[in-house]
């Protein structure tokens, strides 16, 4: 069995935990608010803006015998600069406040998400970075096209409002493909256990982000 798949057999478990959120399985049979929606875009630019500081920070302490992986990380920091902007153009799209999210708190769930993941890269293994990798962009090419048009749909919001889920839906395909080929290029155990647990924290850190979004009826 090769890492990727290794990786995705075991954290099934915690990706079950995720998926399982009731705002999740709501929001796909278009039993969806206004505010729900951009509750949960808030949550995504308190952590999307943490993309590209993460990146650097894994690549900043990357060893030599993982060059190849830092260079990886170049490209992504290129494709992922800015993507919080679009996330508060969608907000406003919506009728939402941008700026109070912008200076907003996030929801613990996020905040301790992120607080974990800087931590793993500075503390223990910066590859454990990767399990973060796992989980959001596992996630986005399962759920964000299609909740992206059921939510459409049911709240007649025109598409400047899905610039972020509609754009992640297929982008994140590609960076599946990309992150695929990177995990099974991992060859020391200890570089695998960090990704593996890592993933398997941020699941269902993720999941208790989703859980924290209180629909609205």
């Known amino acids: 069995m090769n890492f990727f798949t290794r990786l995705q057999d075991q954290t099934s478990r915690d990706r079950a935990y995720l998926l399982s959120a009731p705002v999740i399985g709501q929001a796909m049979a278009g039993d969806v608010t206004r505010e729900t929606y951009i509750a949960f875009l808030t949550q995504a630019y308190h952590h999307v803006k943490h993309t590209v500081p993460l990146l650097m920070a894994c690549g900043a302490r990357l060893p030599e015998r993982?060059?190849?992986?830092?260079?990886?990380?170049?490209e992504y920091i290129e494709?992922?600069?800015?993507?919080?902007?679009?996330?508060?153009?969608?907000?406003?799209?919506?009728?939402?406040?941008?700026?109070?999210?912008?200076h907003?708190?996030?929801?613990?769930?996020?905040?301790l998400m992120v607080s974990y993941v800087h931590d793993r890269i500075?503390?223990?293994?910066?590859?454990?970075?990767?399990?973060?990798?796992?989980v959001?962009?596992?996630?986005?090419?399962?759920l964000a096209t299609q909740a992206a048009g059921?939510?459409?749909?049911?709240?007649?919001?025109?598409?400047?409002a899905f610039s972020y889920l509609t754009s992640h839906g297929s982008l994140d395909i590609e960076h599946?493909?990309?992150?695929?080929?990177?995990?099974?290029?991992?060859?020391?155990?200890?570089?695998?256990e960090a990704v593996v647990h890592t993933a398997r924290v941020v699941y269902r850190l993720y999941g208790d982000m989703f859980r924290s979004l209180t629909p609205t009826h």
């Open 104 to 111: 907003g708190a996030p929801a613990l769930p996020t905040e």
């Open 79 to 102: 494709e992922e600069t800015g993507h919080e902007q679009w996330i508060l153009n969608d907000i406003r799209a919506c009728g939402g406040d941008a700026e109070a999210v912008r």
């Open 122 to 134: 500075a503390r223990h293994n910066p590859v454990s970075f990767f399990g973060m990798v796992n």
């Open 136 to 142: 959001l962009e596992g996630t986005s090419t399962a």
């Open 176 to 192: 599946m493909k990309m992150f695929e080929g990177l995990m099974k290029r991992l060859d020391r155990e200890e570089d695998r």
């Open 150 to 160: 059921i939510i459409q749909e049911r709240l007649k919001l025109p598409p400047q």
């Open 66 to 74: 993982l060059e190849w992986l830092r260079s990886a990380i170049a």
